[in-house]
Nanobody, 115 residues
Framework: QVHVVESGGGLVQAGGSLRLSCAAS????????NGWYRQAPGQQREFVAG???????NYAASVGGRFTISRDNAKNTMYLQMNNLTPEDTAVFYC?????????WGQGTQVTVSS
């Protein structure tokens, strides 16, 4: 059974940084398309960043230049480095991985940015 588990969320002041981690079990991250999404209170879940098996990355316009997605295949873990955070980045962040056409989601990790 495939599981992904996020960690690294927390409370940070505006302008600060956080690094989120997403650890996978039951699948090999490097073989899948993986992504980060977020959901702010009262908002729909939205795409943040994605990484292909070959390592190509793409980002939402709202985070480009501030967030960096990466993957450590040896650790079967994906990361989201978030810099220059703003209160508008406050949300629950989720990672996912696509396995044979099925998207597996984690339980999410809360990121709160204070002004």
């Amino acid at each position: 059974q495939v599981h992904v588990v996020e960690s690294g969320g927390g409370l940070v002041q505006a302008g600060g940084s956080l690094r989120l981690s997403c650890a996978a079990s039951g699948t090999t991250f490097g073989r899948n398309y993986n992504g980060w999404y977020r959901q702010a209170p009262g908002q729909q879940r939205e795409f943040v960043a994605g990484i292909t098996p070959s390592g190509r990355t793409n980002y939402a316009a709202s985070v480009g230049g501030r967030f960096t997605i990466s993957r450590d295949n040896a650790k079967n873990t994906m990361y989201l480095q978030m810099n220059n955070l703003t209160p508008e980045d406050t949300a629950v962040f989720y990672c996912n991985t696509d396995v044979d056409g099925v998207t597996i989601w984690g339980q999410g990790t809360q990121v709160t940015v204070s002004s």
